[in-house]
């Protein structure tokens, strides 16, 4: 398990070391049916199904860096970037959200023609998919099942477990 004992990310690297331009990046999101969001600045994946409040209104985030700075997707003297995060917040979501994210990597993965990274090691949606399940596990032994209102307050107040 992580170390943040809420569980609030699971997040998934693309990196090569390659330089690759913004715009390639736009339309590979675009045909994955990321939306940017009302600025421009970034991308995500809308949720389909009913939200409530406390819950987060995306499924998957995108982050990108340039050189450990982040980068984004409408601002002037950005042009390029070398890393991608993917990230899907764990407790603000029901769990089986969770297959929309390991598909969305893995589309990712394949038009980009760069292995995805998870903990330091190789993506395998199999395993991503167990460790999201055990932190699920986890929140609703301690608090509650992801993407209840309840969880949501406790990370928000931060209240110990």
């Not at 009302?38 to 998957?60: A, F, L």
């Not at 993917?86 to 023609?113: A, C, D, M, Q, R």
């Not at 929140?139 to 309840?150: D, H, Q, S, V, W």
Request: charged share 25%; with cysteine; proline share 4%.
């Amino acid at each position: 398990m992580s170390g943040d004992k809420w569980h609030q990310c699971v997040s998934v690297k693309f990196s090569d070391g390659e330089v690759r331009s913004i715009k390639m990046i736009k339309e590979i999101l675009h045909k994955c049916e990321f939306i940017p969001s009302g600025d421009g600045e970034t991308y995500t994946i809308p949720r389909k199904e009913h939200i409530e409040d406390w819950q987060t209104e995306s499924i998957v985030y995108v982050s990108l860096l340039r050189k450990g700075e982040e980068v984004y997707f409408n601002h002037e003297g950005y042009s390029d970037w070398d890393v991608l995060n993917l990230e899907y917040l764990l407790p603000w979501l029901p769990i089986e959200n969770i297959t929309t994210f390991l598909e969305t990597v893995e589309y990712v993965s394949k038009h980009l023609g760069i292995s995805a990274e998870f903990n330091g090691g190789s993506f395998v949606a199999s395993e991503v998919k167990n460790y999201a399940l055990e932190c699920a596990r986890e929140l609703t032994e301690r608090m509650e099942a992801p993407g209840g209102e309840f969880l949501a307050q406790a990370i928000e107040m931060d209240l110990p477990v």
